[in-house]
């Protein structure tokens, strides 16, 4: 049985090193399940420079998720549980990685 049509699964998965201004397709480890989360993965040489990592997905159908200000701008700020925007990575000049919300 197919899940009904609201119910997506993620087809693509992109990384961007350069803080979202340029996206590189991740492989996505499989299996991808609709509401789920999916671990994929990228290749990245990094340079010892500090820079924000950021990941989004692309459903079956072609929707983008959103980045973090097109998210709140569309749900406002009182959605910890079902944030669903773009998750930006702080890796500073140490190569400490720190999630940008915490």
Known sequence: MAPPPEIRRPALDEVSIDGAKTWKQAQLN??????????FQ?????DGKPTKIVSRSTDEKGSVQPDRKSFIDRTGTNALFHYNAQQTWSVDAMG???????
């Open 96 to 102: 400490r990685v720190r999630n940008v919300l915490a």
């Open 30 to 39: 499989h299996p991808a399940l609709p509401k789920a989360q999916v671990r």
């Open 42 to 46: 990228a290749d990245w040489i990094w």
